[in-house]
């Protein structure tokens, strides 16, 4: 279990999942940590004036970390969700911008 096999994906640009607006360039695939299920994209990049924060910062059930929605700025729809503060180990090995591929 190490962060290397990251590494090895590769880096494609992702768009809005509801409006097809490119939002970032650098897009690592990537799994949820809470649910398994969910695909989405990860980056270390600020997806700058393509999305937005709304809200305000919330807690996972499993952990203290705490995440901040990120929405489309084209269409308006929560895209994904910003990594606040790492508090965990599972949250502290990946990026801090996540960015959904399936709703
Ligand atoms: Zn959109
Ligand atoms: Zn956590």
């Given amino acids: 279990m190490s962060t290397s096999n990251f590494k090895n994906k590769c880096v494609t640009q992702v ?3 509801y ?3 490119l939002l ?3 897009g690592m695939k990537a799994v949820l940590l809470a649910d398994t299920e969910i ?3 990860s980056t270390d990049v600020p997806p700058n004036r393509a999305v937005d924060f709304v ?5 996972t059930e499993s952990c203290k970390c705490k995440l901040r929605d990120i929405a489309c700025l084209k269409c308006g729809n929560v ?3 910003h990594v606040v503060l ?7 090995k990946v990026q801090p911008f996540h960015i ?3 709703v």
């Fill in 100 to 102: 959904l591929t399936e």
């Fill in 79 to 81: 895209v994904g969700y």
């Fill in 86 to 92: 790492a508090s965990c180990l599972i949250i502290r």
């Fill in 39 to 41: 695909e989405l994209f």
């Fill in 15 to 17: 768009n809005c999942i």
């Fill in 55 to 59: 809200a305000s910062c919330y807690s």
């Fill in 19 to 21: 409006c097809d607006s």
């Fill in 24 to 26: 970032c360039m650098r």
